[in-house]
């Protein structure tokens, strides 16, 4: 997927969030991100537990890397980042966005 599919799906498809790095305490709007809930991927269920989440955030969004224990808030819940990897546009390796996975129960 290139960078401008990416970006035009979570900009259709997203949500607003608020994200804060824990170390630095930067809190950061973001205008929009992706959120799913991971309850038909086994895989990541065994992983994060029932209910955990894949928040999808463009690069341009924010001007660092999220780490484990940053969070952010969405619809007024707040979410720990328990994961992160980094997305690359196929072909050039351009850094396009994160993937940030949250645990459920």
Known sequence: MS???YESVIDVLGVSATFTHIKS????????????TNSTNEALVNAYGVGSKTITVKASSLATTPEKFDSMVINDERMVIEAVTVVHEPGTGKVIGFRCFVKGK
């Open 25 to 36: 305490g930067v809190v950061v709007a973001i205008e929009k991100v992706g959120i799913r």
């Open 3 to 5: 960078q401008a599919q």
